[in-house]
T-cell receptor
Framework: GQNIDQPTEMTATEGAIVQINCTYQTSGFNGLFWYQQHAGEAPTFLSY????GLEEKGRFSSFLSRSKGYSYLLLKELQMKDSASYLC???????????FGTGTKLQVIP | SQTIHQWPATLVQPVGSPLSLECTVE??????LYWYRQAAGRGLQLLFY??????ISSEVPQNLSASRPQDRQFILSSKKLLLSDSGFYLC??????????????FGEGSRLTVL
């Protein structure tokens, strides 16, 4: 089965850097995803890691350590519009199904 | 380009009434299709997924059912709604076949309130 843990809520200041952690335990692994979900809207894809290391995409970076079952999402130069929930999700050994964590609600304050 | 649409966007239904949510994908062939539910304050729960017409896999026991009558059409149904069926329902698709990342593309969502 899949077990994914991430903090429920975080608060950070506009212009700062925030790191959202995710740990997972899975029976198979085919990649780790991060999605952003604004309140009342559908999730949108942010990043995908299948190999260990850091993937950078603009202000957002995602890190994966498969041996530790650990990932983080790093958001730099925070903007008010970054206030949203950030969902960690893991694909199992097959490719059809992705299991989501409960999400981390990030509040960016002035 | 590929698009996904689901409807209705919002509905309020009495307990015991039927439900039908519809989702269609355009611009791609033979997609993997999914129905997720997000209850208030909870994560996304996978309800059903489909890898082809008429092929439905159920992830959790419930009073909901899904059907895929056409390649790019996915329907979520219930004969009798329960209070616990309230939530935000999301249809999604991903590219079929090995080698794809499994990235999900979500529809706009359908917010269901059962009273």
């Amino acid at each position: 089965g899949q077990n994914i843990d991430q903090p429920t809520e975080m608060t950070a200041t506009e212009g700062a850097i925030v790191q959202i952690n995710c740990t997972y335990q899975t029976s198979g692994f085919n990649g780790l995803f991060w999605y952003q979900q604004h309140a009342g809207e559908a999730p949108t894809f942010l990043s995908y890691n299948v190999l260990d290391g850091l993937e950078e995409k603009g202000r957002f970076s995602s890190f994966l350590s498969r041996s530790k079952g650990y990932s983080y999402l790093l958001l730099k130069e925070l903007q008010m519009k970054d206030s949203a929930s950030y969902l960690c999700a893991v694909g199992p050994g097959g490719y059809q199904k992705v299991t989501f964590g409960t999400g981390t609600k990030l509040q960016v304050i002035p | 380009s590929q698009t996904i649409h689901q409807w209705p966007a919002t509905l309020v239904q009495p307990v015991g009434s039927p439900l039908s949510l519809e989702c269609t994908v355009e611009g791609t062939s033979n997609p993997n299709l999914y129905w997720y539910r997000q209850a208030a304050g909870r994560g996304l729960q996978l309800l059903f997924y489909s890898v082809g017409i008429g092929q439905i896999s159920s992830e959790v026991p419930q009073n909901l059912s899904a059907s895929r009558p056409q390649d790019r059409q996915f329907i979520l149904s219930s004969k009798k709604l329960l209070l616990s069926d309230s939530g935000f329902y999301l249809c999604a698709w991903s590219v079929e076949g090995r080698g794809n990342t499994g990235e999900l593309f979500f529809g706009e969502g359908s917010r269901l309130t059962v009273l």
